[in-house]
């Protein structure tokens, strides 16, 4: 019992860490049937930007405060990346999602290469807020204030999301694009300009997931392959364009994640947690839920 309640904690924040990236994804690959491989380098610039800013931030007497500072820098530059590709290349595939895919890695590789031009090959080291360093016992279970404040920052950006879309004339707009584009289009709504908001968003939402993930580790040119593929997942296994799918399969593969390598090895839960994963979708092949749609007949 006792293993079992130390391992929670972990898979919690596995399950926040893949909930903020696959966020991003639910709507560029839900709404615009986009496989974006580069999603995983917006992650990348996401965490380089926390590592830009730790200088200007500490000249201004802010040492160790840069992962708070980068979250919304973060989210612009990110955006802006994503915005770039949308305009620059990706408009002219839509509806050809396996050309998206090759497209989107060939950027991605490029990327990569960009971030070690820069930066060079070796990983860097972002310094955490001092008030994000240990952690606390409760009822004997150790429990690391980062992995708090990833889970926090991960529920702060589902709820804002959700607001956006309910609340918001762009966020309904997006929904009425994901149920039927052509509908849509037919009711005067500019799908092009929806596109550009939903890539920007998507892509910012990368980006912070970037921020988060320098809490947990170093920053390399590598850094959003390691969660690309589990960030796909996350979005097929919870449903196409679904928000609380998501949010549902997030937490369960970061749990299972857990406790499955607590139990045998990294490598051997990956496999494991996929297998799962694939046998779920054979059983229900939507996802957890389904985009209710309006057809034009």
Not at 224 to 233: E, M, R
């Amino acid at each position: 019992m006792h293993a079992f309640l130390n391992q929670l904690p972990i898979g919690l924040a596995i399950g926040a860490v893949l909930l903020l990236i696959a966020l991003g994804l639910t709507f560029t690959f839900g709404q615009m049937g986009v496989i974006n491989m580069a999603h995983g380098e917006f992650i990348m610039a996401g965490a380089y930007t926390a590592y830009m800013v730790q200088a200007p931030v500490a000249a201004l007497g802010l040492k160790g405060q840069a992962v708070p500072v980068a979250l919304p820098v973060a989210f612009v530059v990110a955006g802006t990346m994503g915005l770039i590709l949308e305009r620059a290349l990706i408009r002219r595939f839509y509806g050809r999602p396996l050309d998206t895919l090759l497209l989107t890695w060939g950027v991605s590789l490029v990327l990569q290469q960009v971030a070690r031009d820069l930066f060079g090959a070796p990983n860097v080291q972002v310094v955490a807020p001092d008030w994000l360093v240990g952690g606390n016992e409760v009822f004997g279970v150790r429990i690391q204030y980062a992995r708090v404040f990833i889970l926090v920052l991960a529920l702060v950006c589902v709820v804002a999301i959700r607001v956006y879309l309910d609340r918001t004339r762009q966020g309904r707009r997006m929904q009425a694009v994901m149920q039927n584009r052509r509908l849509a289009a037919c009711s005067g709504i500019d799908t092009g300009r929806v596109d550009q908001r939903t890539f920007f968003i998507g892509s910012g939402l990368a980006g912070v997931a970037g921020v988060a993930l320098t809490l947990v580790g170093p920053v390399g040119p590598s850094l959003g392959t390691y969660y690309i593929v589990d960030a796909f997942l996350v979005v097929v296994a919870g449903g196409l364009g679904r928000l609380e799918g998501a949010v549902i399969a997030a937490f369960a593969l970061g749990l299972m994640n857990s406790y499955l390598e607590y139990w045998s090895d990294a490598s051997l839960a990956k496999v494991l947690v996929f297998a799962v994963v694939i046998g779920f979708l054979q059983l229900r092949p939507q996802g957890l839920f389904v985009l209710r749609s309006r057809a034009l007949t």
